[in-house]
């Protein structure tokens, strides 16, 4: 799985839009870029992913860049419940990866603060 | 929803004793993942099972071993404790590898604490 990296930590005030950056400069073509987070001690949850289209669900949205090197995780309206680490994961999907159920590798991820 | 069940939430156990952390995923999910996370880290993939077979294999010492059963449940076993074991253990589950999206879905973790 290609490398990541993110800031270690950003601040964001409640209600605005929170940016999380990821660079994955030796991402491959099959390879899908994924974030999760984890709440303090919790397991950690997913959030979403994308291939090279940029991406919404109702928690977040995903933006990639043409090249795929980068991508943005936007949180829209942030509230102190969104305060956790995030991790932007790079992996193949099982189809690409021979059908096994590869586990995930975490990375430092960011830690985000909402600010009252 | 019913979400990934572990067991027990907490265990003390002292150095060199064994210890075992069961997993219940959620309902039709045919795919276990085993995760530790030691304090002040991020987590670490252990192991995972796939109908019922081992599929990916990560850090995990020679000391530990994992199954999953015939009812897709999991346990992991640790023997010879050591205190570096001392770690929140995480399971996760997924409806398998026919799933577009992948999504892993975490339990809230055994805390186990060797002294």
């Known amino acids: 799985d290609a490398k990541t990296t993110q800031p270690p930590s950003m601040d964001c005030a409640e209600g605005r839009a929170a940016n999380l950056p990821c660079n994955h400069s030796?991402?491959?073509?099959?390879?899908?870029v994924y974030w999760y987070r984890q709440i303090h001690s919790q397991g950690p949850q997913y959030i979403i992913h994308?291939?090279?289209n940029n991406e919404t669900n109702e928690m977040a949205s995903l933006i990639i860049t043409e090249d795929r090197k980068s991508s943005t995780l936007i949180l829209p309206h942030a509230t102190l419940r969104d305060t956790a680490v995030y991790y932007c994961?790079?992996?193949?999907?099982?189809?690409?990866?021979?059908?096994?159920?590869?586990?995930?590798?975490f990375g430092k991820g960011t830690h985000l603060i909402i600010q009252p | 929803a019913a979400g990934v069940i572990q067991s027990p939430r907490h265990l003390i156990k002292e150095k060199r004793e064994t210890a075992t952390l069961k997993c219940y995923p959620i309902?039709?999910?045919?795919?276990v993942y085993w995760y530790q996370q030691g304090p002040g880290q991020d987590p670490q993939f252990l192991i995972s099972?796939?109908?019922?077979?081992?599929?990916d294999k990560g850090s995990i010492p020679d000391r530990f071993s994992a199954q999953q059963f015939s009812d897709y449940h999991s346990e992991l076993n640790m023997s010879s404790l050591e205190l570096g074991d001392s770690a929140l253990y995480f399971c996760?589950?997924?409806?398998?590898?026919?799933?577009?999206?992948?999504?892993?879905?975490f339990g809230p973790g055994t805390r186990l604490t060797v002294l």
């Open positions: 996760a589950s997924s409806s398998g590898t026919g799933d577009l999206k992948d999504e892993q879905f």
């Open positions: 030796t991402i491959s073509g099959n390879e899908y």
């Open positions: 994308g291939l090279k």
């Open positions: 994961i790079v992996r193949l999907l099982p189809m690409y990866s021979g059908g096994g159920a590869d586990g995930l590798t």
């Open positions: 309902p039709r999910h045919d795919t």
């Open positions: 099972f796939y109908e019922k077979m081992q599929s």
